[in-house]
């Protein structure tokens, strides 16, 4: 396949590159609206990225395998991020893995067959107080997971639904 | 306000108040007063020095995990060139246990934005940065719309409020690496390359982003600066414990009923922390340990906590630290082999690989403890282990490698017993 950037994707990277003194600086922002556009990252947008901004093709391999949110490979249409660090990992986090990769019949780090979820095992999220969690598709974080909420989630996705933003109210401190 | 004082202390950084992210809101409650009053009020402050001294005296530690006073941190930029000189906000926060900074990005983005703003006249700096970790989408889009919103109404751009000051305000978003919260990492990830931490010195006061001076302050330290302004050092200095003064945000995780962030004085009392504030312990659990600030910071046994306050000087007694107040509550029913697996796996998936004693110490310790926890350990591995962490210590360009080793030795020493049953248990089942 081919990969290009249109005439709006074009201004949107001139943009981004106005916001730094030189062209390296938009590596990590233009390699994000390429995975947007296009799913992932695999070599071949990596090349594009790299000639569109005039910088070596290695220099944008080596940003784009350093960092985990980049998908170097073709992902299934929802990725479901668990995350099993300290916190989630304390409150349950395995367990909502475990019952993902049963769910779906794939383990950590694979893809379903219909191409529709891929799953990953993620470190933390930053969202401790609200465990356990994951993230769909570098996007919406769903909190506070039992197997219900993790249940009507697949449903949901399989639908054509997203989840919503969580807000979490903020915990009122109990003053005796 | 003294520290006993808690129950009575009003938020300032979070409060309640409904939709105070709008920036109509915030302004309706003295939002970019404080700025104002910078800018205009050449009486109070005759120019930025006086600012650098307010929040100097204010002895605003910093938030991010170091606690360095960043008034004095502000005063080591070098004198102004007519160059480009940067201040990068250190929002990537992403060691297990904090996500506080979040809670200021979702509900009082403008009071972060309206302190780099005084930070950035402070010291006389022309653009501002501000790194989110790539996880944060929604913050990320939340801040974009608060810096929008404060250009449109002139807090943010040319001539600020007339008074001939202008800078830029860039959002800038990671891409998923623990590494990049360490500051000079952050640096080279905001210029576009892998997060590799750089060496020290030359510090980034002297030679930051692009070359150029370049301060990097924490989400909440820059926060608590417009408090700092409208109510004086004084009123900051006098919060909570003496030599880590001012309200800190607290995210408490774990085994309580009540997880989540809370904006309290600092010096808190951990009991009380876990007691009153997040509701106790879950199901009627027994407490078995905490992590105080972030899984960096060593691991304090249940009946090493009476007495012990959320601040550096009592933290460090009991051989801790305050880091990012981000408290980790475990119960009785923790597995510390199982736990302390975990953050080892962390901080290996997370080493950047620049460093050798990092790069493979880190992995090493994350394969013996693997070995430990499945009941292939043998009592050896104990002492194998606390070797490679005085071996890994300060042997490395930034402190990842520190950060790994002090969890495992200090979980090891502190609940050795728990260790050496599972490596025994081995034994009997080889036998």
Redesign the interface.
């Known amino acids: 396949m081919t990969y290009e950037f249109d005439k709006d994707d074009l201004k949107k990277i001139d943009d981004i590159k106005a916001k730094y003194p030189e062209v390296m600086p938009a590596t990590l922002p233009v390699l994000w609206l390429a995975q947007n556009k296009f799913g992932h990252v695999e070599p071949e947008v990596q090349r594009l990225v790299a000639e569109t901004l005039g910088l070596p093709e290695a220099h944008v391999h080596g940003v784009a395998t350093f960092y985990t949110q980049y998908y170097k490979e073709k992902k299934g249409k929802h990725v479901l991020d668990v995350c099993t660090c300290l916190s989630c990992q304390l409150c349950g986090g395995y367990d909502m893995l475990n019952h993902i990769e049963d769910k779906l019949g794939i383990k950590a780090g694979e893809t379903t067959e219909d191409g529709m979820f891929s799953v990953q095992e993620v470190e933390c999220l930053g969202a401790c107080g609200y465990a356990p969690m994951l993230q769909v598709t570098n996007d919406k974080y769903v909190n506070n997971l039992t197997k219900e909420k993790v249940d009507k989630l697949i449903d949901d996705l399989k639908a054509g639904k997203t989840p919503e933003y969580e807000e979490i109210k903020m915990p009122l401190r109990k003053v005796d | 306000m003294s520290t006993a004082d808690w ?1 009575n202390y009003e938020p300032v950084l ?1 409060p ?1 108040t409904k939709d105070l992210h709008k920036i109509d809101v915030y302004q309706q409650n003295g939002g970019y007063s404080a700025l104002k009053s910078v800018l205009t009020d050449k009486k109070k402050w005759e120019g930025p020095s006086d600012v650098i001294n307010e929040v100097k005296a204010a002895n605003i530690r910093g938030r991010g995990g170091a606690g360095f006073n960043a008034g004095l941190k502000w005063s080591f930029m070098p004198p102004a060139d007519g160059g ?1 000189r940067y201040l990068a906000c250190n929002g990537d ?7 506080k900074d ?2 200021i990005f ?2 009082n983005p403008h009071v972060f934005i309206e302190g780099a703003l005084i930070a950035a006249y402070a010291m006389e700096i022309t653009s501002i940065y501000v790194y989110i ?6 913050y990320i889009d939340m801040m974009q719309k608060a810096v929008d919103d404060a250009y449109e109404k002139g807090f943010i751009g040319e001539d600020i409020l007339g008074s001939g000051y202008s800078v830029d305000f ?1 959002v ?7 590494i990049c919260g360490e500051e000079t990492s952050m640096l080279e ?7 590799y931490p750089r060496v020290k010195p030359p510090f980034p006061a002297q030679k930051g982003l ?1 070359g150029r001076p370049t301060t990097i302050n924490n989400i909440e330290t820059l926060s608590h600066v417009v408090p700092v302004i409208n109510k004086g050092a004084d009123w900051f200095a006098g919060i909570g414990a003496k030599n880590h003064p001012g309200p800190i945000l607290y ?5 309580v009923n ?5 904006e ?1 004085p600092s010096g808190i009392p951990v009991l009380e922390l876990i007691n ?2 997040a ?1 106790g312990m879950r199901n009627g659990k027994q407490l078995k340990a905490v ?1 105080p600030g972030g ?1 960096s910071t060593p691991i304090l046994r249940a009946d090493q906590l009476d007495g012990v306050t959320m601040d550096s000087d009592s933290l460090r007694e009991v051989g801790t630290m305050l880091g990012t107040a ?1 408290m ?1 509550v ?1 119960d009785e029913d ?1 597995d510390m082999v ?2 302390l697996w ?2 080892a796996h ?1 901080y290996h ?2 080493s ?1 690989g620049q460093c050798t004693p990092c790069r493979d110490g880190t992995g090493w310790l994350e394969k013996i403890l693997l070995k430990i926890k499945n009941g292939d350990g043998e009592i050896k591995d104990l002492d194998l282990l606390l070797d490679i962490t005085t071996q890994m210590e300060g042997r490395t360009i930034c402190a990842l490698a520190d950060a790994a080793a002090w969890p495992v030795r200090h979980t090891i020493n502190r609940f050795r017993d728990e260790f050496e049953a599972r490596c025994k248990k081995s034994v009997h089942a080889i036998a």
């Open positions: 129950k979070i309640n480009p926060e992403s060691e297990p246990g904090t996500f979040r809670k979702e509900y970790r790539g996880e944060y989408k929604d860039y800038h978003s990671g891409a998923g690496a623990y990830s905001l210029e576009g390359k892998r997060g692009w995210g408490i995780s774990g085994h009540r997880p989540g962030v809370y309290l009153d504030v509701g992590i899984s981000g980790v475990m923790t199982d736990m975990r953050i962390f998936h997370e950047c």
